[in-house]
């Protein structure tokens, strides 16, 4: 085993000295001396563990994804962990995903003791429902489908199934708070949502954090024993487990950015649009069919282009972070080499990580910003 170092300080440092960035955090967060003094009142009361704030964070993000109950824990990959333990996920269990993800979502299941088994994708990046049926086994015990850049999967199909098959819906909402799907919010749509507050998520803290949401009292319950030591009362454990607490401290972040996450999003579904216009008439990039009945909150806004490679060293010579998410689907990885998946297992994300290519969408890209981009687009193709 080589020795591991953390690339994030020398990773931070390379894309701040882009113009058009993707990460805004610095703007966002220019009125910090308003949030700090929420911060002082905690500091002042030191309720730092499940303090007050964590229950009005709760019950905000509970109304917000439309769901009776939502529990704050430590991050997104500890939602989506917890969850599918505290619907009864063991070892030996398999739960049908996506191999087009962030690693977390693959983390959570293996380390929930699950085995991941994957199916393609379709052309909108997210799971394909066709294909999820021929990979039941008597094994499995969930699907567990990723809105992917924050566009809700087609949950009828995957609830249909569910139900015939009687499995469990975790749905990996990461990149989709506030998304909803024919008038349905995120979270609500499977048996538990799963929220990350990762600093780059659309509603961030300044740190790690996530969420779950659920409508079954029991299920609400077990994640608040899994979170919290599997604590009852101070003295009385009925089942040991974990420490995944959302810190007080966080959840006042939370809360402030819940007030403006209405504007950000509405910023980012803007930005999107007028991307969609300017894009439509250049034919070497094209972007998912949009669906009216769906409403897609843009975490990213991901095209697929001709010479990504190259495209995407133009427009960061020219300043633009324009990424990449991600290079390696998850069959492919080697931490999945255990799983005995091969290249040409899933073809249309095979293909599709090979295509494409993520332009900065969030609320500080202006028209100007955009215009750049585009710009820089055609002139790329036009050379
Ligand atoms: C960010 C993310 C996660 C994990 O969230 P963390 O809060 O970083 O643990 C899980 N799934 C997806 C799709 C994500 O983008």
Not at 19 to 39: C, G, P, R, S, T
Not at 195 to 221: C, M, Q, R, Y
Not at 271 to 276: G, H, P, Q
Request: proline content about 4%.
């Amino acid at each position: 085993m080589p020795a591991i170092h953390n690339y994030l300080p020398a990773q931070y440092e390379a894309t701040s000295r882009l113009e058009i960035n993707h990460n805004y955090l610095q703007e966002q967060f220019a009125d910090y001396e308003e949030i700090l003094a929420k911060v002082a009142a905690v500091v002042r009361k030191g309720d730092f563990t499940l303090g007050r704030e964590v229950d009005l964070l709760e019950e905000e993000f509970a109304q917000l994804a439309g769901t009776k109950h939502a529990i704050a824990v430590g991050s997104g990959t500890d939602a989506l962990m917890l969850s599918l333990k505290g619907l009864g996920v063991r070892e030996g269990d398999e739960v049908i995903t996506t191999p087009y993800t962030f690693h977390a979502t693959i983390g959570a299941i293996v380390t929930a003791g699950a085995r991941p088994v994957f199916v393609d994708i379709t052309d909108d990046y997210n799971i394909d429902p066709r294909f999820i049926e021929r990979a039941i086994t008597p094994r499995t015990k969930a699907i567990l489908p990723v809105h992917w850049s924050g566009k809700p999967c087609d949950m009828d199909a995957i609830g249909d199934i569910a139900r015939r098959h009687g499995l469990a819906i975790v749905e990996d909402a990461c990149h989709a708070v506030t998304a909803s799907y024919r008038g349905r919010p995120a979270g609500s749509l499977g048996s538990v949502g799963c929220f990350s507050f990762h600093p780059l998520k659309n509603l961030n803290v300044w740190g790690d954090g996530g969420i779950a949401t659920t409508d079954s009292d029991e299920t609400a319950s077990r994640l608040r024993l899994l979170r919290n030591h599997g604590l009852v009362s101070r003295d009385e454990c009925v089942v040991f487990a974990y420490n995944s607490r959302l810190d007080t401290i966080q959840a006042v972040v939370a809360r402030h950015l819940l007030e403006k996450l209405a504007g950000i999003t509405a910023a980012r579904i803007a930005n999107a649009a007028a991307f969609d216009r300017a894009l439509a008439g250049i034919p070497q990039v094209r972007v998912p069919k949009r669906d009216p009945g769906i409403r897609a909150v843009y975490h990213l806004y991901i095209v697929r282009c001709q010479r990504r490679d190259e495209l995407q060293s133009h427009l960061v010579a020219h300043g633009v972070d324009a990424k990449v998410h991600y290079r390696i689907p998850m069959h492919l990885q080697p931490a999945a080499a255990g799983f005995g998946y091969r290249r040409g297992d899933f073809p249309v994300c095979e293909q599709t990580v090979a295509e494409v290519l993520s332009l900065p969408v969030h609320e500080f890209i202006t028209a100007e910003h955009r215009d750049r981009v585009v710009s820089l687009i055609r002139e790329f193709y036009a050379s």
